[in-house]
């Protein structure tokens, strides 16, 4: 999966490929690669063929490319914090249905507000739990929903000047279902 290098290029981002992870700080020794390694093993701890558990998937890639918009296309950021917003502000219990289901709603909004981006919080200010430490530091699988779920509403946080343009897709992706 090399996507993610094409989509740096496309964004004007050069990506190191030794030390911390350029965007989040992970304790990494190669960079973004290691970071985004981490991230696809998906934390093993958790047991994602239980269905309860599929929100974590769901935490999981909304922290992560919230923390790494620069490796992602533009409208990632209103999925992705839409679908926090959804999650820890309206309670929605979030199911693999309802993803296709907000990226339609967005189609449709982004043909509206073709102009509107959401302005990244600052490289490394993302949140201070990252990919390394939920792999360092979960030991069993009850500790590693913690992290995660903390992560998850820490990046959640870190994008809070944009929560009320999430709002707004909140209410109208719920008014439309
Ligand atoms: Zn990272």
Redesign the pocket.
Known sequence: MQDYIDLAVKNGVTLFDSGQ?Q??G?NTKRG?HE?LEIFNLGFQEIDFSNIENHIYRFLIVDAHTL??PEIHGRWNNHFHLSRLHLIFKYGINWTYKLSPKLSDYLNVYKALKQNEFLTPPEILKRGTI??TDIKEKSTNQKSCKELIRKWAMEVYEKWNIHHSIVDEIAKGFLNRK
């Open positions: 992870c965007f989040c992970a973004i970071c923390q790494h990252t990919t």
